[in-house]
């Protein structure tokens, strides 16, 4: 895919953060795989949270950690927020029944993606957390890789330009 937009946010707290994944939400549909990237605790299960609330998931949004994968069927389509912090060999990718995430009733978020680097279908969403340099917040970098993650990020351009 030739697409290669890209959005650069400043989030001066975790709301803006879970703002941002709301944003995001609507735009999902079934077979998009999102990554997160960024170091521990910079705030991509945040970005998740914000999300899942924004598709009605109502309950806790923990961090999958422990158990690598959480699902939530929404309606007709089933979220995977999935973290291979945890991931360490591609044995796991089987056991764990990975590759059957991937589908197209599904849609994939994805923690610490570099740690199955080559096990991963191509993402739509490439999202890059950081701490900002000075004081708190994050820097945020999003990139569409695909038609359907373009779409996804001109919604969280319009989101973002618009006040609360
Ligand atoms: N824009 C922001 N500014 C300041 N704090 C933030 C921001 N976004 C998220 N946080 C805070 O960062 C902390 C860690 O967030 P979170 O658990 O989402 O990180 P993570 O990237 O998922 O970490 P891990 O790699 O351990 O899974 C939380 O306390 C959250 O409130
Ligand atoms: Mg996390």
Request: proline letters at 5%; aromatic letters at 6%; hydrophobic letters at 40%.
């Amino acid at each position: 895919m030739s697409s290669d937009l890209e959005l650069n946010l400043h989030l001066p707290d975790a709301g803006a953060t879970e703002r941002c994944g709301a944003l995001l939400a609507p735009s999902l549909a079934g077979r998009m795989v999102v990554t997160l990237h960024g170091d521990l605790g910079v705030g991509k299960t945040t970005l998740v949270r914000g999300l899942l609330r924004a598709r009605g998931v109502t309950g806790r949004v923990k961090s999958p950690s422990y158990g690598l994968v959480e699902h939530y069927p929404i309606s007709s389509l089933y979220f995977y927020h999935i973290d291979f912090y945890r991931f360490t060999d591609s044995a796991e990718w089987e056991n764990a029944g990975l590759a059957e995430c991937f589908r197209d009733d599904s849609v994939c978020l994805i923690e610490w993606p570099e740690r199955v680097a080559g096990l991963l279908p191509a993402p739509d969403l490439a999202l890059d957390l950081a701490h900002s340099a000075q004081g708190g917040g994050r820097e945020l970098r999003a990139r569409a890789l695909s038609a359907a993650g373009e779409r996804c990020l001109n919604a969280l351009a319009a989101g973002m330009q618009t006040p609360r």
